[in-house]
């Protein structure tokens, strides 16, 4: 008898702490489809704003998104910063690579008159300055670019996620390396494996080890058919496309059920959802 109570004790207890993890992590990285088709802004509202800025972020939140893309590197002095590109050269006044760049030097940058005259001005973010501004605003899927570029980036992109819930948002990569180690490092954020396009498409062998450590194939919408989003979905995965540019595409990626779309235009998505 007493040692069914000292069992059930430590049940109790377990559920407890698990609960308690859950409330302040997100659910667990178990997978399944959500009912809901996810609209998710690349690098926010990108066919409106300057990509990977505050105005673009802004103007995804105003149309309507539940989620917002985005990308994230390291400075030279070891600061998150959000763009895209491994150069600061094609999306700012500067030029250079991002992490042969100071974060000062790149604050100084002006990301916006490349899109429009009417931004600029607009700067690089911060990884911290986009978590704080955004958090609970709308959901998040955190790339990490190129992260073989920068050793120990999981544990730092880690280090600032638990400041905030992590039950809406998901880290991605095209490196499944970095992706594994980030699950086993953070396992109560939700991973997401990024696939280009290829012509053979993904093997069931690929998305079953997948399978093992992430939540989410996001692959090049070219890749799209119905037996992959089945395959996914049997895996207990979600699949969210990229990047939808045009009605048509959206539609097409409606019909084939997928659990969202990453778009540079939120209003096309939401149009048809």
Known sequence: MKNS??????????????????????????????????????????GYAPEN???????AIEIGTDWIEFDVQRSRDGELVVIHDTSVDRTTNGTGEVRDLHAADLKKLDAGSWFSPEFKGEGIMTF????????GKAGMLIELKSPSLYPGIEQQVADELVKYPLADKVVQSFEQDSMKKMHAILPFVKIGVLMKYRP??????????????AS????????????????????GMRITPYT???????????????????????????EIK
Do not use: W
Request: aromatic share 8%; net charge neutral.
């Open 244 to 270: 939808v540019r045009d009605k048509a595409s959206a539609a097409f990626l409606k019909s084939m059920e997928v659990d969202g779309m990453v778009t540079d235009y939120p209003d096309y998505v939401n």
């Open 216 to 235: 989410f194939v996001n692959p090049n919408k070219k890749l799209v058919n119905r037996g992959l989003v089945q395959k996914i979905h049997a895996l």
């Open 128 to 135: 911290s300055e986009v978590l704080e501004r955004y958090n």
């Open 200 to 213: 053979l498409g993904i093997s069931g062998r690929q998305l079953e080890e997948i399978s093992n450590y």
């Open 53 to 59: 800025t505050k105005a673009s972020f802004d103007k």
């Open 5 to 46: 109570f000292l069992i059930l004790c430590s049940v109790l207890l377990i559920g407890l702490l698990m609960s308690q993890a859950v409330q302040a992590y997100g659910e667990p990285v178990t997978g399944g489809a959500e009912n809901k088709m996810l609209t998710i802004a690349h690098r926010g509202a990108s």
